[in-house]
């Protein structure tokens, strides 16, 4: 049998930004966007930072999520999505945290994965289809709102990597 050579990539995070995660999602934030004026000029008004993505028939659901770190350098052994919705994570706690994501496609290019770093105070919004971790918190117990799909059909595939390819997350932390 070929022994398939092993394949190593090491994931650097880069700084999380509106243009650099377009391809993935949206990334909700105040810093630096748009706003207008509402409730007799007492509040700003971000308007549609991101946009929710639903099947016919499905509802869009909030939730919170209590997530603890993982040990890091991190081995990447799998990448899910979600094709029926969006998903999206905002900090509760103003706590930075960690975004791996993979382009759409019917499995995650190894070679097409990025990782980000996001402030606590930047939420993001995976558009339906895309690949990525599951939450990848950098603070015990932290926690996140989180906006996605609830309806009938799966809405979760997972893939896992061969053995062979290690995907390292080694963030400087
Ligand atoms: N499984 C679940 O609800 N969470 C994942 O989708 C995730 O992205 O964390
Ligand atoms: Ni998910």
């Given at each position: 049998m070929e022994k398939v050579p092993a394949t190593e990539l090491i994931l650097k995070p880069e700084l999380l930004t509106k243009e650099a995660f377009a391809p993935f999602g949206d990334v909700i934030e105040a810093q630096d966007r748009e706003y207008f004026m509402i409730n007799n000029g007492s509040t700003r008004r971000y308007h549609k930072l991101a946009t929710t993505q639903v099947d016919d028939g499905s509802s869009v659901i909030i939730n919170i999520f209590q997530a603890t770190p993982l040990l890091?350098?991190?081995?990447?052994k799998m990448l899910e999505r979600h094709p029926k919705g969006s998903q999206a994570f905002m900090p509760l706690l103003g706590n930075d945290y960690l975004v791996v994501v993979a382009p759409l496609g019917n499995e995650p290019d190894p070679d097409s994965i990025r990782a980000f770093y996001a402030k606590g105070s930047q939420g993001v919004n995976y558009h339906r289809g895309v690949w990525h971790h599951p939450v990848l918190a950098l603070t015990p117990n932290d926690q996140f709102l989180v906006v996605d799909r609830e309806g009938v059909g799966n809405n979760c595939d997972e893939f896992f990597f061969l053995e062979q390819t290690h995907v390292i997350l080694a963030p400087n932390l």
């Open positions: 890091y350098p991190l081995n990447i």
